[in-house]
């Protein structure tokens, strides 16, 4: 039996605003550049996916002039936004050029990793999973650090939050 076809495709765009009704984590994905300089980007599509072996998962558009870069790195790391990191956030979403300018000082130097992160993984590319418009990466992870004092920003309806206690 066939699945059902929809009458009329899904709009991108009412697609987006009802994904925009689950919350989400946001997280800055880095490596190191070919000279050492940081590359990375934000990305809100994180998600567990195995534990043994350990797996997660990252979608990147296929539009995207840092995913290509970050693809043929061969460590990644993932930090996940903690509240002091809101004012970071518009420039890390901003131009390639200029997301890391002036962000020495909020990277650690060996690994580019985001400092004062609640969570922070190291990982290796595992597999790359053409999904439509976006490329679906399974990533082996490698070490996990974590601080439970810091709290993770929360990504809903578009905007940022702060978790409630």
Known sequence: MLPPQPASPVDPEALRR?????????VLV????????????????????????PLVSLAFANSSSTWPRLRDASLLRVSV???EHHALVSQLAGPTAQRFVGLECALRSEDAALL??????????????????????????????????????????????RLAT
């Open 18 to 26: 009802t994904l925009a009704s689950f919350p989400t984590g946001i």
């Open 116 to 161: 004062g992160s609640p969570a922070t993984l190291s990982a290796a590319p595992e597999r790359i999973i053409e999904a439509g418009d976006h490329d679906l990466a399974l990533l082996r992870v490698l070490e996990v650090e974590q601080d439970r004092e810091i709290d993770p920003l929360v990504f809903y309806a578009r905007r940022l939050h």
């Open 81 to 83: 936004l903690g509240t």
């Open 30 to 53: 880095t490596a190191q550049d070919y000279d050492g300089a940081p590359v990375g980007m934000l990305a809100n599509s994180f998600t567990s996916v195995s534990l043994d072996p």
